[in-house]
């Protein structure tokens, strides 16, 4: 390599000197071949110019005032940072200049001046490419010595853990729970983990032939056991049963074979199944017996996963009336409707354990006729081959549901009666109470009103007192048309009425006839419609005559409030399906949907007037309900109210 190929490493030369005519001259030689010179003429500042700047190369004349260029050299040797600097003495007078000395304070080379640029060059040059060839050479032990401690350290590692899987090894083979040993091929052990040695030595068979242990034989295996091309020893799985211990052993033989097909070991793998075969025998006998209970269950039983029936028992047939063949495989929530309850249930069943304890809930069974009943459902859960099926209990309750509901009705009409029979003595003893001195006010207020009417003239004070005279007369009669209806209404409740065949027809034409004046008065017609078909009902008349009664008065009081010159009341019955049906429109005004929830209720009243309180059409629905019909409040298509009551009959 010559100077110039050098020169472009751009390698840094220090020159120290005093003479700074020589600096120059030298500075200047170096820059110009490519190098990158520093220089410094104080020798004691040149100890930490080398630190600083760490030059490839110093240039250091011999002959320094002060620290002189020996001594310098042998403070940069010392310095663990400019230790490896070359340094290359510069001298006047080489009969002077004590070579032994430069070399022994640690210079590679020197120059005597005046010097030949060449010579300075070459010699630089050389120093240069010794100091880059050892810094090479350096970094290529540094690399190869750690590419060293590397792999040494990988080895130590690989050591430590194949040390660490041996001993994983060997941990996980004495904690396998089976019994497992290593064979050479003819029945000799060569090694057992724990629970291997444990039967081994129960057997006193210690390192002796396997066989004797695990076979309960005293032969050794057939040869064709020990054979490579016996396709069942690459993973034969036997069974024997050890009648001394009364245990049964599975034995796994698996073979190892060298390159050549030689057996090297036979693994063996025993695992006590005696556990495993009782189980296997109870769950046969559990099955059984299973089979038994399903089939002759007087109860439905159903076998199902993921809504798709998997098995039926008879009786679930005859409660659905499908075939057997006809359910399989059909999605039991077409046999079982589901509503919010239901769903509820459901889902909280699925979070049941194969061993909770079930729990019943009821639900609506559909027949294949399309017909609903009423069932009881106990789910549960079992497993078959690790697959978990729902087992569903069906049960009709239908019956129980009837009589559960006849006797929900009857206490509830207990309670009422007894209810309904204390409020009657009550309002009894309260209405005697009351009606006495209200008497004797109706009395004396109406003499009072009865001489007012005598007189020729009234006078500003007498007519004031004559009107409040009447609000108090008036008063008086709805307190009495209040207690007189409260009387009527707990009478009805805590009576028991006879009922007998009537005919509602011949009930309407008497109410019509006995209600005709009074609509006339009030410029209402009244249309009746009555079919001639309609068959006797189970009822009582004067019951009858007060339903029709108080909802053609609402009608009347709904009407005389409006202003229309067309004022009707239509009656008509008609009869289909076995039910009865009678309706009394008016086309007075509308209800909003807000009060038809409530216009049945007690004291509930949509009229502003102070004769109504509430309690007619309380009553209808009262003794509707007493002969086993039906009524609810509609708008009509005649922008009023229509009464729609219907009777069942049986």
Known sequence: M??????????TIL??????????????????????AYTINESVKALSEAEKVIPDLILIDAI???????????????????????????????ETFDKIKAFEVGCVDYIIKPFIEQELLSRVQAQIKLSFSRKNLEEKVKERTNALVHEIEDKKEVEHSLAQAKKDWVSAFDSIPDMITINDGECNILAANINAQFLLKAKGAVATKGYNVFHNNNKPPEPSIVNKTDISLQNSVNEFYVKSDDKYYEVREIPRFDTNGEIINIIQIVRDVTEKKVNEQ????????????????????????????????????????YTSEEIINKPLSDMITSNNETNFQIKEHNKISVKSVPKSYESIGLKKDGTFFSIEITPSQYMLDNVIYELYIIRDITERKKLESEKIEREKSLLQSQKLASLSSLS????????????????????????FNKKDELDLFDKKNFKNLKVLSSGVERINSII??????????????????????????NVASAYQEKLI???????????STIPLIKGNEVLLIQVISNILDNSIDSLIHIDKPDKKICISTTFSSNKIELLIGDNGVEISSESIKKVFDPLYTTKSNNQNIGIGLFLVYNIVKSLNGSVEAINNDMNGTTFKIVFEIQ
């Open 282 to 321: 109870n769950l046969i006998n559990s099955e059984t017996q299973f089979r038994q209970i399903f089939e002759n269950s007087r109860d439905g039983m159903v076998i199902f996963r993921d809504n798709t029936i998997v098995l039926v028992n008879p009786e679930y047939c005859v409660l659905f009336g």
């Open 428 to 451: 009894s003893a309260i209405a005697h109470e009351i009606r006495q001195p209200l008497l004797l006010i109706k009395m004396v207020v109406d003499t009072i009103i009865l001489r």
């Open 15 to 36: 020159i120290v000197d005093d003479d700074l005519i020589n600096i120059e001259v030298i500075f200047n030689l170096l820059e110009l071949h490519g190098y990158r």
């Open 2 to 11: 010559d100077s110039k190929e050098y020169a472009h490493n751009k390698a």
């Open 521 to 531: 008065n009030c410029s209402i017609s009244l249309q009746l419609s009555l079919d």
């Open 64 to 94: 320094l005032p002060g620290l002189d260029g020996f001594e310098l050299c042998r403070e940069l040797k010392k310095n663990t940072i400019t230790c490896d600097i070359p340094v290359i003495f510069m001298s006047e007078v080489i």
């Open 484 to 509: 007189s209806n409260m009387q009527r209404l707990f009478k009805f409740t805590n009576e028991k009425c006879i009922l007998i065949d009537q005919s509602l027809n011949e009930v309407i034409d």
